[in-house]
């Protein structure tokens, strides 16, 4: 049995989860609602205010989707109680990041601003030099930061750019002086 497959999701007080037909699962809660298909051969089975996954059988496929169909589920159940967040940090003389209305406007060094628009659902604070995205989707977050963060990765150099609030950037040593004849 998966370790992680096994473990009952607890469902808070406030949150609605349904199955549909082809294993679609919507879950409703304070934060939004969310949509995903899980995969069909994992089944869930509610009891009182648990849901465990099972699977249909020990076959290599089976086992493989058990873990993945419940972290799934969980990451739905927390995302529309509590919600997921990622930070990053912009580095570097001269960049900064600023909101004009919802749209987060990037000065990273090119001669022209970079805009991103968030998606629907998400949402982009900034303080100081700290960007954070939030929202109830963990995938759609996760990307969302990622896209940031390639608008200027951190150089190896001078650690210069966007990067995740914790990351630790190796740092390369420059060039040598070298002796002339």
């Given at each position: 049995?998966?370790?992680?497959?096994?473990?009952?999701?607890?469902v808070?007080?406030?949150?609605?989860?349904?199955?549909d037909?082809?294993?679609?699962?919507?879950?409703?809660?304070?934060?939004?609602?969310?949509?995903?298909q899980?995969?069909?051969?994992?089944?869930?089975?509610?009891?009182?205010?648990?849901i465990?996954?099972?699977?249909?059988?020990?076959?290599?496929?089976?086992?493989?989707?058990?873990?993945?169909?419940?972290?799934?589920?969980?990451?739905?159940?927390?995302?529309?109680?509590?919600g997921?967040?990622?930070?990053?940090?912009?580095?570097?003389?001269?960049?900064?990041?600023?909101?004009?209305?919802?749209?987060?406007?990037?000065?990273?060094?090119?001669?022209?601003?970079?805009?991103?628009?968030?998606?629907?659902?998400?949402?982009?604070?900034?303080?100081?030099?700290?960007?954070?995205?939030?929202?109830?989707?963990?995938?759609?977050?996760?990307?969302?930061?990622?896209?940031?963060?390639?608008?200027?990765?951190?150089?190896?150099?001078?650690?210069?750019?966007?990067?995740?609030?914790?990351?630790?950037?190796?740092?390369?040593?420059?060039?040598?002086?070298?002796?002339?004849?």
């Amino acid at each position: 049995m998966s370790r992680i497959g096994r473990r009952p999701i607890p469902v808070p007080a406030g949150v609605e989860v349904s199955f549909d037909e082809r294993n679609f699962c919507t879950v409703k809660g304070p934060k939004g609602t969310l949509r995903q298909q899980l995969p069909p051969m994992i089944e869930f089975e509610k009891d009182g205010l648990t849901i465990n996954a099972k699977r249909q059988s020990d076959s290599k496929e089976h086992r493989s989707q058990h873990g993945l169909a419940r972290t799934l589920l969980d990451n739905m159940v927390v995302g529309v109680t509590s919600g997921f967040s990622k930070q990053l940090e912009v580095n570097g003389v001269g960049y900064r990041a600023v909101m004009q209305g919802k749209q987060l406007v990037l000065n990273v060094g090119y001669s022209h601003q970079v805009f991103v628009d968030p998606p629907e659902g998400l949402a982009i604070e900034v303080q100081g030099n700290k960007i954070t995205v939030s929202g109830s989707d963990k995938q759609k977050v996760g990307q969302l930061a990622a896209e940031i963060r390639e608008k200027r990765p951190p150089e190896p150099y001078k650690g210069k750019g966007i990067k995740y609030a914790g990351e630790v950037i190796r740092r390369k040593e420059g060039k040598t002086g070298g002796k002339k004849k």
